[in-house]
Each structure stands twice: as C-alpha cells, then as structure tokens.
C-alpha cells in the first residue's frame, strides 16, 4: 500500500516540474524521490508519470491521482497539526496581525473582554498588508490575521468571514479625472493608478490591476497620500478616505455607472496548530459580526 512519503514525491514532482526539483524541495536525494513515485506506480499498477521528454509529464493516470493526493496530504498536514495543539498550552503572548484598511477601532472593541478572559496574556498588534499576514502565518507563531479575503489560502490555515468593508474608487479634487464623467472603468487605463501590494511586491487577488501606469504602496494610509497628491486614482476603503472626503480634499470618481462601490469580505486566519486551542477559539467568537 502506498505511503505519505510517496504521495509527497509525486505531488512535489508535479508542482515543482522535475524529479531533481521535488528532492530539492523536500530535501531528500534524488534516487529516493525517483524510488519513491516507482514503488507508488507498483502499488497503483498505473504508469503516472511520461519519462520520454526532458521533464516528467504526467499521464492520465497521473492527474487522476493528484487531487486525491493533494486532499490526502492535506488531511494529513491537518492530523499533525491538531495532534500538536492537543496540550492546549495557552501561549504567554498573542499576536493580532490587522491588514491597514481595515478599521481598528471594530477590532479594538472586543480587546477589555480579551484581556477579561486571558488577564495573563500579553497582546501584541501589528499591521501589515494581507498578503504579509498570510506570510507572518507561515511561521506557526501564536498569531490571528484579520484580512481580506484572497482567492488562495494556504492549506494549513483555518479561516472565517467576520464581514466586509466597502471600497470605492477615488481622485484628488486636484486630479483632472475630477473634473470629468468617465464612461467606463475601462477609461481609466489612460490614467496612473495606485495599487496596494505586498512587501514581497505580491499584489491582491481582489485588486484590480487595471492602468499599464502604476504606483504602488503596501499600506492604505500610503495609498491615500499618493491620492491626495495628485498622483493617480485609487480604489480605497471609505473609512479611510472619509476625512478627506469631507474636507473636500478627496472625490469620488465621477462615473457614467455611478454605483461602483463594492464590498470586500474579511476573514479571521488562524494556523492549525493554534486554531484549536482555547484563546483562539475565543478570540474568532470575540470577532464574529464586529463589521
């Protein structure tokens, strides 16, 4: 019967294109992996992989089983992680990692019953894009990200939806763009846009890259500046631009479709190993509905 190790080799061949890659990447040597996806085909009685090119392809066979692989070390990922967290150690310290537009001031309402609950817990905030979150989650530290929703999330990360927050699409009223109707989003393209990406220069999935001309800044707060300066046009979150909105320093776009507001959810992300215990369970409930 096949084993983790084999599935591993075959899906870490798949994904990074070559038998020499996968043992790279799970720092095993190259026979080994190559032994590993042969005794895997004998135990299958299928050929998964065509060896005839430069770099493995796989067959049908082979892409047949990969999504079952890929559920099957998933849950495996997902068994090591709960096994782990079966002491339920509260951690001294707890990290609240807040993507930049989303308003802190929802998230701070539910810190007193926190600290009411866990009074030995020290709290730390940090705020990052969601993109850096996701990255800070990699590194299994007692950590809860509020985000944006991303199309892709890692496997070993547990998530929620808390609520949304409503974006739309902004101008300086110094910007020439202020002073006309656009027809379509697609007009836009003749104007900079500024765009929100990762320190790693990552950008969204909920961002639209619409210009060919961009600037880009890795926080909300950022991006309202550049706005503000006359530097191009941005989609913000309307809590961030209210105060220039009011002061008449900042505009909604005019456009022939006027409603072109949306809303982006927000998720709670946790890793594995720290979703199951007691504070996290608690501090997903504390922010349940806070948007």
Known sequence: MFSIEQLQAFVSTVETGSFSAAARHLGKAQSVVSQHIMNLEIDCNVTLFERGGRY??????GSRLLPHAHALLNQHQRLKNSVQALSDITPSEVTIALDEGI????????????????????????SASSLDIIDLLKKEVPL??????????????????????CF????????????????SIDSLRLHRQLLIRSRNTQTSSFQLKISPDILYADNYFLLLELTLQGHGWSFLPEHVAHDAVQA???VKLPMEFEKMHWQANVDVLQHQKNSGKAIFKTLRQLLRNIL
């Open 144 to 165: 809860t990200g509020v985000i944006f929703s991303e199309l892709k999330i890692p496997t070993y990360l547990d998530y929620e939806c808390i609520g949304s927050v």
């Open 103 to 126: 308003p802190f001031k929802a998230v701070s309402s539910i810190i007193g019953e926190l600290q009411r609950i866990y009074p030995q817990v020290t709290l730390e905030f940090l």
């Open 168 to 183: 739309d699409l902004y101008v300086a009223k110094s910007h020439p763009l202020s002073e006309q109707i656009s027809q």
């Open 248 to 250: 008449g320093e900042l």
């Open 56 to 61: 493995p392809t796989l067959t049908n066979a």
